[in-house]
């Protein structure tokens, strides 16, 4: 167990539908990282908050949006939701996020099926 | 541009015998390596990784990886393999001052009893 807890676990929606899902990184971590990963993609970055505020961004739709709030959990929001955004999405936290040789810890991801 | 490549999808070895995992990767400067594991319906686990100094790196589960500047690889390796050991591999790598870490396709290694 990473110490990174997401939820919920599994979800099922509908094309054109909004999800939200919720990420709390390990005790004493102030940076979240979110990548999806997806059978012909593999694992893509998404998007990474430090203490709040986004420090990096990879390829994230204009679709997708995330925040992290005072106590450091951290949301992403998927909306306009499309066949191909089915996926297992994973949430990530670091101490610092300063990059480098610092180790990111895993969540155990949500699995996301769009009808 | 940072990259990295797991030339194999799969590889297959047999319980006790030696297995490898391969890794190669292109970064400017020097580079940050990582290995991760996914067993099934999980999420990635932490094995190891390498700084700097000793090009042999020690791991989780009895698992190390050589880092070869020429070659510029960083491949996996354990000396004797468990069935318990079969799940998908993943390298990744992060430039120097960048804070986007790049992984791999993926390796899925199959141990056979």
């Known amino acids: 167990d990473s110490g990174v807890t997401q939820t919920p676990k599994h979800l099922i929606t509908a094309t054109g539908q909004r999800v939200t899902l919720r990420c709390s990184p390990r005790?004493?971590?102030?940076?979240v990282y979110w990548y999806q990963q997806s059978l012909d993609q593999g694992l893509q970055f998404l998007i990474q908050?430090?203490?709040?505020?986004?420090?990096a961004k990879g390829n994230i739709l204009e679709r997708f949006s995330a925040q992290q709030f005072p106590d450091l959990h951290s949301e992403l929001n998927l909306s306009s939701l499309e066949l191909g955004d089915s996926a297992l999405y994973f949430c990530a936290s670091s101490v610092s996020g300063t990059g480098g040789q610092e180790t990111q810890y895993f969540g155990p991801g949500t699995r996301l099926l769009v009808l | 541009a940072q990259s990295v490549a797991q030339p194999e999808d799969q590889v297959n070895v047999a319980e006790g015998n030696p297995l490898t995992v391969k890794c190669t990767y292109s970064v400017s400067g020097n580079p940050y390596l990582f290995w991760y594991v996914q067993y099934p319906n999980r999420g990635l686990q932490f094995l190891l990784k390498?700084?700097?100094?000793?090009?042999l790196v020690k791991g989780s589960y009895g698992f190390e990886a050589e880092f070869n500047k020429s070659q510029t690889s960083f491949h996996l390796k354990k000396p004797s393999a468990l069935v318990s050991d079969s799940a998908l591999y993943f390298c990744a790598v992060r430039a120097p001052g960048s804070f986007k870490t790049i992984f791999g396709a993926g390796t899925r290694l199959f141990v056979k009893a």
């Open positions: 005790s004493g971590d102030l940076s």
């Open positions: 390498y700084i700097t100094g000793d090009n």
């Open positions: 908050y430090y203490n709040g505020e986004e420090r």
